[in-house]
């Protein structure tokens, strides 16, 4: 049975936090974009992916918290918190709302506004 596409995107955060980049590439088309609000503009899916391995090598462990997921035809709509457990022992978290967007079944078009909230001492 196929998944709809909320079961989708929920697949594609258990393989980031699984740090499984080649799984959740493979879930997109082959001209994916992504848009941050960090500043760096538009990035293709590829730049993403070696941003966020570099991101994680000093990372023990990633959890997504999904808060709350609207689903319509090709577009999910989420509220979710990353929880980061770093190698130092610090914790902190992201506070993020992503906008996720399907053509022939796979993720075309990631927006991304996120909050990272100052690290707490573990």
């Known amino acids: 049975m196929e998944q709809n ?10 393989l980031l936090e ?3 980049f080649t799984g959740f590439r493979a879930m ?3 001209g994916c974009t992504l848009w941050e609000n960090d500043g760096n503009g538009e990035q293709t899916i590829e730049d ?11 990372v023990d462990s990633l959890r997504y918290e999904v ?3 609207f689903e319509k035809a090709d577009e999910v ?11 130092d022992g610090t914790h902190n978290q992201v506070n993020a ?4 967007r399907f053509a022939d079944g796979l993720i075309d078009r990631i927006e991304e506004y996120g909050y990272a909230v100052p690290a707490d001492p573990a």
């Open 97 to 100: 709302a992503v906008y996720f």
């Open 48 to 58: 993403r992916m070696v941003q966020f391995k570099s991101f994680v090598a000093g």
């Open 28 to 30: 997109c088309t082959s």
């Open 5 to 14: 596409i909320s079961e989708k995107v929920e697949s594609g955060l258990r």
């Open 77 to 87: 709509l989420q509220q979710h918190v990353l929880h980061v457990a770093l190698a």
């Open 18 to 20: 699984s740090y499984d």
């Open 67 to 69: 808060l709350r997921r």
